[in-house]
C-alpha cells in the first residue's frame, strides 16, 4: 500500500460510510478494491484465504462480528455472507459497520437484494486522471452545472502518452510493471477468466478455443455497435459450424457477471422530440489494456496502424477505438463521481451520433464526443451543434475530447479538452 493511488471513488465511499450501514465495491478483479477497503477496515475476513474460509464455513456468525468496519472481501465465495449481513443490519443499521468487495456476482444468488440496506458501488480501472499523467484542468462537475466554464489549461501529453496508456492498463498493481512482465500479468489475467471464471460462475465452457477466439472479437468490436452475428462471424471466419446464439450471449453474459465488459447504453431519452434513435449498445472492455492484449497490440503498433485481426467494421483506426475506450472508462469515472450515467446517442440510419451522453438525474446532459486529433475543425462538432438544435436548454454543455495540447473553448462555444485534463 506504499504506492497506494487515491481514488475518485474513495469520496463517494467515504460520504456514503457516514451515513449508511453497509456498502459493497464492485469491479473486475486487481482494480483495487480491495486496497481501498482495507484502508478503511478494522477488521478482515479474506475469502479467498482457505484457512478462514474453513473456519467460517464452521462459525458463518464470525462474519458480522468483530470492531467495525468489517470488511468481507470477495464475499461472492461466501454467497450466503450477503444474506449474513443483511440481517446484521436488520437488527442494527448504525452507520460504517461492513464493507464488502466483489469481482464477480456470484453463481448462487443471496436469497435477498439487499435493498435499503447494502449498497453498491462500483470501482473501475484507474482513469486517466488518477494515473498522474498530468495535472487536470476541466471538471466535468463544471460541465453538468450547466455554466459553461471558461476552459483552460495545457497538456504535455501527446498520441504516443496516450497509445502507452491504453496498453499500460489502469490495474493499479500492473502498469508500473516493465513491459514484458506486464504481457506476463494481462496474458494470466485473460487466462483466468477462461480458465477458471466461467467455472467458478457455473458456466461449464466446453470450447474454451471459441470463447477466447469470441472474446478477441469482441476486443476487436471495441468503440463500435456491431451486432454480435458480426462479432460470432469474426470470430470464426471461413467456418461453417459456428457456436450457437445462445453460446455467445452466454459468454457475454457471465463477462458481464465479471465486470470484464461494461458496454455503453444507448441514450433513449424520452421528454424531447428527438426519433429515429437506434438502441443497440457501444462494445467495451473493463479496460483498452484487455482489448489491446487479445489483439496482440503495444503502443508502437497501434500508432503504426499496421493492425490485422478479427474483421469488425469500424469507422477510424483501431487506436482511435481504444482511445475512445480510455476516454469513456475516464468519463464513466467522472460521472460516477457526479451521480450521473453515461450512454451514447446514434440515429438508426446512423447519420448522426454522439460519443458519450453524460445525463443528470433530472435528464438534462453534457454531450461529448471523442477525437483522436489534436486539431478540431467544424466537421468534428457537426454533430453536437444538431444535438444542440434538437433539445435546446437540455444540452448543458457540449465538448470534443482530443490528443492536444490546450483546453479551450471555440467561437461556437463548443469545448475543446485534452483527454489528460478532464477530471471530475
Given at each position: 500500500?506504499?504506492n497506494?493511488?487515491?481514488?475518485?471513488v474513495?469520496l463517494?465511499?467515504?460520504?456514503?460510510?457516514t451515513g449508511?450501514?453497509?456498502?459493497?465495491?464492485?469491479?473486475p478483479?486487481?482494480?483495487?478494491k480491495?486496497?481501498?477497503?482495507?484502508?478503511?477496515?478494522?477488521?478482515?475476513?479474506?475469502?479467498?484465504?482457505?484457512?478462514?474460509?474453513?473456519?467460517?464455513r464452521?462459525?458463518?456468525?464470525?462474519?458480522?462480528?468483530?470492531?467495525?468496519?468489517?470488511?468481507?472481501?470477495?464475499?461472492q465465495?461466501?454467497?450466503?455472507?450477503?444474506?449474513?449481513?443483511r440481517?446484521?443490519?436488520?437488527?442494527?443499521?448504525?452507520?460504517?459497520?461492513?464493507?464488502?468487495?466483489?469481482?464477480?456476482?456470484?453463481?448462487?444468488?443471496?436469497?435477498?437484494?439487499g435493498?435499503?440496506?447494502?449498497?453498491?458501488?462500483?470501482?473501475?480501472?484507474?482513469?486517466?486522471?488518477?494515473?498522474d499523467?498530468?495535472e487536470?484542468?476541466?471538471?466535468?462537475?463544471?460541465?453538468?452545472?450547466?455554466?459553461?466554464p471558461?476552459?483552460?489549461?495545457?497538456?504535455g501529453?501527446?498520441?504516443?502518452?496516450?497509445?502507452?496508456?491504453i496498453?499500460?492498463?489502469?490495474?493499479?498493481?500492473?502498469?508500473?510493471?516493465?513491459?514484458?512482465?506486464?504481457?506476463?500479468?494481462?496474458?494470466?489475467?485473460?487466462?483466468?477468466?477462461?480458465?477458471?471464471?466461467?467455472?467458478?460462475?457455473?458456466?461449464?465452457?466446453?470450447?474454451?478455443?471459441?470463447?477466447?477466439?469470441?472474446?478477441?472479437a469482441?476486443?476487436?468490436?471495441?468503440?463500435?455497435?456491431?451486432?454480435?452475428?458480426?462479432?460470432?462471424?469474426?470470430?470464426?471466419?471461413?467456418?461453417?459450424?459456428?457456436?450457437a446464439?445462445?453460446?455467445?450471449?452466454?459468454?457475454?453474459?457471465?463477462?458481464?457477471?465479471?465486470?470484464?465488459?461494461?458496454?455503453?447504453?444507448?441514450?433513449?431519452?424520452?421528454?424531447?422530440?428527438?426519433?429515429?434513435?437506434?438502441?443497440?449498445?457501444?462494445?467495451?472492455?473493463?479496460?483498452?489494456a484487455?482489448?489491446?492484449?487479445?489483439?496482440g497490440?503495444?503502443?508502437?503498433?497501434?500508432?503504426?496502424?499496421?493492425?490485422?485481426?478479427?474483421?469488425?467494421?469500424?469507422?477510424?483506426?483501431?487506436?482511435?477505438?481504444?482511445?475512445?475506450?480510455l476516454v469513456?472508462?475516464?468519463?464513466r469515472?467522472?460521472?460516477?463521481?457526479?451521480?450521473a450515467?453515461?450512454?451514447?446517442?446514434?440515429?438508426?440510419?446512423?447519420?448522426?451520433e454522439?460519443?458519450?451522453?453524460v445525463?443528470?438525474?433530472?435528464?438534462?446532459?453534457?454531450?461529448?464526443?471523442v477525437?483522436?486529433?489534436?486539431?478540431?475543425?467544424?466537421?468534428?462538432?457537426?454533430?453536437?451543434?444538431?444535438?444542440?438544435?434538437?433539445?435546446?436548454?437540455?444540452?448543458?454543455?457540449?465538448?470534443?475530447?482530443?490528443?492536444?495540447?490546450e483546453?479551450?473553448?471555440?467561437?461556437?462555444?463548443?469545448?475543446?479538452?485534452?483527454?489528460?485534463?478532464?477530471?471530475?
Open positions: 500500500m506504499e497506494y493511488l487515491p481514488r475518485i474513495e463517494e465511499l467515504d460520504e456514503l460510510l449508511l450501514p453497509a456498502i459493497s465495491i464492485e469491479g478483479r486487481a482494480v483495487g480491495t486496497e481501498t477497503a482495507l484502508r478503511r477496515a478494522r477488521t478482515v475476513h479474506r475469502l479467498d484465504d482457505a484457512l478462514q474460509m474453513e473456519i467460517l464452521a462459525e458463518p456468525e464470525r462474519l458480522v462480528t468483530g470492531e467495525p468496519p468489517v470488511l468481507i472481501d470477495e464475499w465465495r461466501m454467497p450466503y455472507s450477503w444474506d449474513l449481513v440481517r446484521e443490519v436488520d437488527r442494527d443499521p448504525a452507520a460504517s459497520r461492513f464493507l464488502l468487495t466483489g469481482s464477480a456476482a456470484p453463481a448462487e444468488a443471496p436469497t435477498h437484494t435493498a435499503g440496506r447494502i449498497i453498491t458501488v462500483r470501482m473501475r480501472p484507474l482513469s486517466l486522471a488518477e494515473r499523467v498530468t487536470p484542468t476541466v471538471s466535468l462537475g463544471g460541465l453538468l452545472n450547466g455554466r459553461r471558461r476552459l483552460e489549461g495545457a497538456s501529453v501527446g498520441l504516443g502518452d496516450y497509445a502507452n496508456e496498453v499500460r492498463s489502469g490495474f493499479p498493481a500492473m502498469r508500473t510493471l516493465p513491459p514484458r512482465l506486464l504481457r506476463v500479468q494481462l496474458d494470466s489475467y485473460l487466462e483466468r477468466i477462461v480458465e477458471h471464471d466461467f467455472n467458478d460462475l457455473g458456466r461449464r465452457v466446453r470450447d474454451r478455443r471459441s470463447l477466447q477466439r469470441w472474446l478477441t469482441f476486443a476487436a468490436a471495441s468503440s463500435t455497435t456491431a451486432s454480435y452475428d458480426t462479432i460470432r462471424d469474426a470470430a470464426t471466419p471461413g467456418e461453417s459450424d459456428k457456436p446464439r445462445s453460446t455467445t450471449i452466454g459468454y457475454r453474459r457471465v463477462l458481464e457477471q465479471l465486470w470484464i465488459i461494461e458496454e455503453v447504453p444507448a441514450w433513449l431519452p424520452t421528454t424531447n422530440r428527438l426519433r429515429r434513435q437506434a438502441a443497440s449498445p457501444v462494445h467495451q472492455l473493463a479496460d483498452p484487455l482489448a489491446a492484449r487479445l489483439l497490440v503495444g503502443a508502437d503498433a497501434l500508432i503504426d496502424g499496421g493492425y490485422a485481426g478479427p474483421a469488425i467494421p469500424r469507422d477510424g483506426t483501431l487506436l482511435g477505438a481504444l482511445f475512445e475506450s469513456t472508462l475516464s468519463v469515472v467522472y460521472a460516477q463521481a457526479n451521480e450515467r453515461v450512454s451514447h446517442l446514434r440515429t438508426r440510419a446512423g447519420e448522426r454522439v460519443d458519450l451522453i445525463e443528470r438525474a433530472d435528464g438534462r446532459v453534457v454531450a461529448l464526443e477525437k483522436l486529433s489534436a486539431l478540431i475543425d467544424d466537421r468534428d462538432v457537426r454533430h453536437l451543434h444538431w444535438l444542440a438544435e434538437r433539445i435546446g436548454p437540455d444540452l448543458l454543455d457540449a465538448a470534443v475530447i482530443t490528443t492536444g495540447p483546453a479551450y473553448r471555440r467561437a461556437d462555444g463548443i469545448g475543446v479538452i485534452p483527454a489528460a485534463l478532464l477530471t471530475a
